[in-house]
């Protein structure tokens, strides 16, 4: 049974400081990896998506990695803003399309 | 592009109701799923369906059922709401591919059982 952890649960920052969320699954046989992003109350942004076969994705401040062998993957924000504010949740697809997500951890910048 | 679509938004049920919550999707996605989220927590899955046809449970099944009407709808049917079942709930589809095979959500539905 794939099992997916975030950690840390929650993460405060000054503004301009680096953010690094990491998120890990116990089985390495998986599709891909999707990290998205949730506002209180809202539904889910995706933010990146990374295939099995690849070891990192970028957009803008934005810096996915993954090793599947060891099951991790860490998002890596840039110069953190107050906008970042949110959760951040990443989820596995594996055989049969099985999608699981991690518990998420709430970043919360301060200006 | 509506991609997909969640109805209702909003529900309040008195304990031992029935309801339906309803999700379609337009981009001619194999895959569907519905997940609860609870204050504080991630998205847990109740069931999916990896093709039209198709349905498996995920991690919290007991108290649902659902039916895969056809390729673009997916439902999720409460029998006898229980306060427990009070909780956000997405729906989610995605291709049938391995690879660059992005999940896309709706915005969700509240749901209170009181």
């Known amino acids: 049974k794939q099992e997916v952890t975030q950690i840390p649960a929650a993460l405060s920052v000054p503004e301009g400081e680096n953010l690094v969320l990491n998120c890990s699954f116990t089985?390495?046989?998986?599709?891909?990896l999707q990290w998205f992003r949730q506002d209180p109350g809202k539904g889910l942004t995706s933010l990146l998506l990374?295939?099995?076969?690849?070891r990192e994705q970028t957009s803008g401040r934005l810096n996915a990695s993954l090793d599947k062998s060891s099951g991790r993957s860490t998002l890596y924000i840039a110069a953190s803003q107050p906008g970042d504010s949110a959760t951040y949740l990443c989820a596995v697809k594996a055989a049969g399309n099985k999608l699981t997500f991690g518990g998420g951890t709430r970043v919360l910048v301060k200006p | 592009n509506a991609g997909v679509t969640q109805t209702p938004k909003f529900q309040v049920l008195k304990t031992g109701q029935s309801m339906t919550l309803q999700c379609a999707q337009d981009?001619?996605?194999?895959?569907m799923y519905w997940y609860r989220q609870d204050p504080g927590m991630g998205l847990r899955l109740i069931y999916y369906s990896a093709s039209e046809g198709t349905t498996d449970k995920g991690e919290v099944p007991n108290g649902y059922n659902v039916s895969r009407l056809n390729k673009r709808e997916f439902s999720l049917r409460l029998e006898s709401a229980a306060p427990s079942q009070t909780s956000v709930y997405f729906c989610a589809s995605s291709p049938m591919k391995a690879g660059h095979t992005e999940a896309f959500f709706g915005q969700g539905t509240r749901l209170t059982v009181v």
């Open positions: 990374i295939q099995s076969s690849q």
């Open positions: 089985d390495s046989a998986i599709y891909n």
């Open positions: 981009m001619n996605h194999n895959s």
